[in-house]
């Protein structure tokens, strides 16, 4: 088994997105006319596609007939994680077969398995004849989470009701495995921070955000 690099963009896989119903996870892409297979990788989020030597072990052949049986590429969710999959084009050689490494990542995706709960809290410290406050913001997870699934809305006068509803604000760093505390920060006393989840449509992730 080799890989290499894409160089006909008629061997590109595109439109990759996640679909989590129940206890089953279907992907879904849109695949070129000359291909009849691919290779799926499956790997916990946490590590980088360049950490994983990519072989006949780590990776599952998927034909084109079978995605047509059932409507896309269908797996049991057995356990709560979250993983990155990749779609890999590949062809069959006389002598080898060729996975294609698409530097794009339209081929990637990242989808968290079963239903972890986020919990969050919102600490504020008025003080007295100032018109800031400090605010701290407290992230706890079950399980290591992505800097971009989360975000934070600031808006005046009233509790943001939507990422949309104010002014958004990226986190920093990754959040790990516990209790996750925030620099403290000012805002006028009249201004409002709420956590939302990103937009997650095409991870078809499946959190449960929820404030202490």
């Known amino acids: 088994m080799k890989v290499r690099e894409l160089n006909k963009e008629d061997e590109r896989i595109t439109d990759l997105k996640a679909e989590i119903y129940d206890d089953t996870l279907t992907l879904k892409w849109k695949w070129q006319e000359a291909s009849d ?12 596609i360049e950490e994983v030597t990519i072989n006949e072990k780590n990776v599952k052949l998927y034909t084109k007939d079978e995605y047509r049986e059932f409507n896309g590429y ?8 979250e993983y990155r999959f990749v779609v890999f084009p590949a062809r069959e050689e006389k002598t080898d077969t060729v996975l294609i490494r698409q530097l ?6 990242t989808v968290c398995m079963g239903r972890p709960e986020i ?17 701290q913001l407290i992230v706890f997870v079950d ?3 992505s800097k971009d699934t989360l975000c934070y809305v600031k808006k005046k006068g009233s509790y943001p009701t939507g990422i949309e509803d104010g002014l958004k604000f990226q986190f ?30 095409k991870g078809g992730s499946k959190y449960i955000l929820k404030r202490k």
Do not use: C, W
């Open 37 to 48: 297979i691919v290779y799926i990788l499956k790997e916990k989020a946490s590590k980088s």
């Open 74 to 81: 269908v797996e049991k969710i057995r356990d709560i994680s």
């Open 104 to 109: 794009d990542e339209d081929n990637e995706i």
């Open 119 to 135: 919990i969050y809290d919102v600490i504020e410290n008025k003080k007295l004849f100032s018109k800031t406050k400090s605010v």
């Open 143 to 145: 399980m290591p989470i």
């Open 172 to 201: 920093p760093t990754d959040f790990h495995i516990g209790k996750n505390e925030m620099q403290s920060f000012e805002v006028a006393k009249d201004e409002y921070i709420k956590i939302f989840l990103n937009n997650v449509k």
